[in-house]
């Protein structure tokens, strides 16, 4: 006969609790001449997560846990309890045949994550410099992988994930380190003890050339995937940002999503105006930097010091 098996219950208290929820930014918290959102970095932490053994986009790394570095950056509210908040977290990638140096994946590594990492160490830690011109070499060192899963031919050479799993760990942990600690033991993102106010680049939607637009993250405003020409910069007073939003591919704003593959473009099919030959409505050419309402320029808690100018 067999045993009766009743699972535990698990009793409500704090710890177990959801608590409040953090404010996220809406295109109302946009400036108005430049579409940016004035904030600053909040934090820099490392952290691990399990991938589930029914996980298939990371099947080397099923039921192991991995690390994910996260940036979390806040607005410039004088009170913490209205400020809100946008993450920017990077996972480790997998080491095969398509993510080495060359490979169609390549790109996981090095536009997704290397290169996102080595803009916000340059745009905190460099100010304009070159990485060996503030950094020691143990420390410029610290920030690439210590595995190199390839030869001298560009061929492919395995490595054990939990090895890919540790130098992941280890690069990430660089970062914090030097972020948080290597301006003479403080924070490069703070100065005199208080947050530097940064331009960051969120985006809701963007223009895919055969899919129309489509949500960025679920909807929410978020950093873009790829870096492209930068999505910090300080925030200099009575002086425009170079970083910007290219109103044609990019928007703030909510679009009409089309989940539906568009028709092929047949010669002589009928054309409704305002829609494109796939039926969509074309909202992509309106700007993506509206009115609001008279925001000012600049509202950041605290001046940029002096020695960022």
């Not at 405003?221 to 870096?227: E, I, N, S």
């Amino acid at each position: 006969m067999a045993e009766n098996v009743t699972n535990p219950i698990v009793r409500r208290g704090v710890a177990s609790a959801r608590g409040t929820q953090r404010l996220k930014f809406t295109e109302k918290d946009a400036n108005r001449q430049t579409g940016l959102f004035e904030a600053h970095l909040d934090n820099v932490d490392v952290s691990m997560i399990k991938i589930g053994e029914d996980r298939t986009g990371m099947p080397s790394f099923n039921g192991l846990e991995i690390p994910r570095l996260r940036f979390t950056f806040a607005s410039n509210d004088s009170s913490p309890l209205k400020r809100k908040y946008v993450t920017l977290s990077f996972n480790a990638v997998e080491s095969n045949v398509n993510t080495i140096p060359g490979g169609k994946e390549a790109w996981k590594v090095e536009n997704v994550n290397l290169n996102w990492i080595n803009h916000i160490v340059k745009v905190f830690v460099c100010k304009g410099k070159e990485l060996n011109e503030v950094l020691s070499e143990e420390q410029i060192d610290s920030l690439n992988l210590p595995f190199v899963d390839y030869d001298e031919n560009g061929d492919y050479v395995p490595i054990a994930p939990e090895d890919v799993i540790a130098g992941w760990k280890s690069l990430f942990e660089s970062v914090v380190a030097i972020l948080t600690t290597g301006k003479d033991g403080t924070p490069y993102y703070m100065h005199d003890g208080k947050f530097i106010p940064i331009w960051i680049k969120l985006i809701r939607c963007v223009k895919n050339p055969k899919k129309g637009w489509q949500n960025v993250s679920n909807g929410d405003l978020a950093f873009p995937t790829f870096v492209g020409e930068g999505c910090i910069e300080y925030i200099i007073p009575n002086t425009l940002p170079s970083i910007h939003i290219d109103p044609v591919r990019e928007s703030i704003m909510p679009k009409v999503i089309d989940d539906k593959p568009k028709a092929p473009n047949m010669p002589g099919a009928p054309t409704i105006p305002g829609m494109s030959m796939g039926g969509v409505i074309d909202a992509g050419m309106s700007s993506s930097m509206p009115d609001m309402g008279g925001m000012p320029f600049y509202s950041g808690v605290e001046d940029i010091p002096a020695d960022l100018m």
